[in-house]
Antibody, heavy 124, light 106 residues
Framework: EVQLLESGGGLVQPGGSLRLSCAASGFSFSTYAMTWVRQSPGKGVDWVWVSTISDSGGAKLYADSVKGRFTISRDNSKNTVYLQMDSLRAEDSAVFHC???????????????WGQGILVTVSS | IQLSQSPSSLSASVGDRVTITCRASQGIGSYLVWYQQEPGKVPKLLIYGASTLQSGVPSRFSGSGSGTDFTLTISSLQPEDFASYFCQQVDSYPLTFGGGTKVEIK
């Protein structure tokens, strides 16, 4: 059974940092691209793509809104993907989900498994 | 690439045929995905490649379209289908999502 378990969220002041982790199990982690997406609490299906990392970790892509502030990485030996979030802003507040793309090595099949999400609140 | 979904909400009865539209601001080929999301739950993949049904998804769901205009159709609405539906383009970065359509009980 595929499982994705996020951790590391919480309350942080503007300008602060958090590192999210996503522990994966139940599939061959090193052969799948992984992604972080976020949803604003209480705003329906307001989904925003944040970042994607390739299966090897060699390719990393970011939304313009987080480029230069967030860093995605992965440790295939630990079946874990990370999102280092620096210089956090109030508008970054959201529930962050890690997710797996359906098809190994391509994003074209969409996302077939989502973690339950972790709340990040940026406030003073 | 911006995705515009319509309608934003609709009311329908069990057995109704429901159609939801997703329009892309530029051509994306067939790289369009549809999801269903129930309140408090994570999304469920319904359709990828604009028209390919995900394994396990009932055949009353279907998708069509290419280029800029796409449609999700539920041929006969069932009680478990009352949820929100949204599209995602996976043609190019930044990946983007539609604003969603909430399907409510009439």
């Amino acid at each position: 059974e595929v499982q994705l378990l996020e951790s590391g969220g919480g309350l942080v002041q503007p300008g602060g940092s958090l590192r999210l982790s996503c522990a994966a199990s139940g599939f061959s982690f090193s052969t799948y691209a992984m992604t972080w997406v976020r949803q604003s609490p209480g705003k329906g299906v307001d989904w925003v793509w944040v970042s994607t990392i390739s299966d090897s970790g060699g390719a990393k892509l970011y939304a313009d809104s987080v480029k230069g502030r967030f860093t995605i990485s992965r440790d295939n030996s630990k079946n874990t993907v990370y999102l280092q979030m620096d210089s956090l802003r109030a508008e970054d507040s959201a529930v962050f989900h890690c997710a797996r793309y359906k098809m190994p090595t391509t994003i074209r099949g969409g996302i077939d498994f989502w973690g339950q999400g972790i709340l990040v609140t940026v406030s003073s | 690439i911006q995705l515009s979904q319509s309608p934003s909400s609709l009311s329908a009865s069990v057995g109704d045929r429901v159609t939801i539209t997703c329009r892309a601001s530029q051509g994306i080929g067939s790289y369009l995905v549809w999801y269903q999301q129930e309140p408090g739950k994570v999304p469920k993949l319904l359709i990828y490649g604009a028209s390919t049904l995900q394994s396990g998804v009932p055949s009353r769901f279907s998708g069509s379209g290419s280029g800029t205009d796409f449609t999700l159709t539920i041929s006969s609405l069932q009680p478990e289908d009352f949820a929100s539906y949204f599209c995602q383009q996976v043609d190019s970065y930044p990946l983007t999502f539609g604003g969603g359509t909430k399907v409510e009980i009439k």
